[in-house]
C-alpha cells in the first residue's frame, strides 16, 4: 500500500531576500551615520581651518591690489573735486568779463566813432593848408632852374594865357622829397605855394579850359599837368574814379573832379555829379 505523498512547504525565497537586504541596508547605514557624527567635530575643525587661511590669502591679496586702485580713485575724485572748483571759478569769471564787455564795447565804438571825426577833422585841416599849393607833374628834372619860385610867375601866366597885368605870385616852389631819380625815369612833381588862393584858382580854370580844348601843355618838348594839391586820403579817394574815367573819356564824356571826392559828369547834354565810382558805372549801364 503506497504511502501518502508528504507535503512539504515551498520556501518564500524573493520575500525573504528583500527583507534580508532591507535589514542589511539599514544595519550599514546606522553603522555609517554612528561614523559620520563621531567625525564631525574633528572634519569641521580642519574645514574651519582652511576656509580662515584661505580667506585670509585671499583677503591679503585683494588689499594688496586693491590699495592701489583705491589711492589712485581717492586722488582721481580730488583732482576731479579740483577741477570742477577751478571750472567754477573760470566760468564765474568769465560770466563777470562778459557783463563787464557790453560797457567797454559800447565805450569803444564810441571812441571809434570819435577817432573817425577826428582823422576826418585833422585831414580837413590838412587840405585847408594844401589849399594854396599846387602840383605840376613831367617838368624835367631841372628845368626849374636855382629859382623854381620866379620861373614859374614867368612861365604859368605864358602856358595859361593868364594877363601878365594880373599875373600870379608864388611863395615858394620845390620838387618831392626823394632821391633824383634816373635819365629815363619820371621826373619828381613840384609842389608850388601861392601866394593867395586866387591865384591858385586862375591857374586851375585856365588849365581846365586848356583840358576841355584838348591842348596839352608843354614846357619845350614835354608834356606837363597841373593838378591840386590834396591830403594822401583824398588822392586815395580820387583814385578810385581812375577805372571809369577811362570808361567816361572812350564815351566822349566830359569830366572834372570836385573837393574832396566827387566826380562831375557831362555827357549828352546831361550833367551828373557823382559820389562813387559804382554810381557812375550804373550811369553808363543805362546808356548801353
Known sequence: MPRPRKN?????????????NELASQATCKTRGEDDSAMDPALQEVIRAVT??????????????IDPISRFMREYQEQLHSHEERITAAETRISDLED???PIDNKIKSLEKRLKELEEHADDLENRGRRKNIRIIGLPEGKEGSDPALLFETWLPELLNIEREKGVKVERAHRTAGRAPAHDQKPRPILVRLHNFRDKQRIMSAAWEKSKSNQPLKHGDATVMIFSDFSAAVVTKR??????????????AIYRMLYPAQLK???????????????????LETLD
Open 100 to 102: 563787464g564787455a557790453a
Open 239 to 252: 583814385k578810385r574814379f581812375d577805372e571809369v574815367k577811362k570808361r567816361l573819356k572812350s564815351a566822349g
Open 265 to 283: 559828369v557831362t555827357l549828352r547834354g546831361t550833367t551828373k555829379i557823382f559820389q562813387s565810382p559804382t554810381e557812375v558805372e550804373r550811369f
Open 8 to 20: 512539504n512547504p515551498v520556501p518564500e525565497t524573493t520575500d525573504n531576500r528583500s527583507e534580508a
Open 52 to 65: 580662515e587661511n584661505l580667506t585670509k590669502v585671499f583677503e591679503d591679496k585683494l588689499k594688496h591690489q
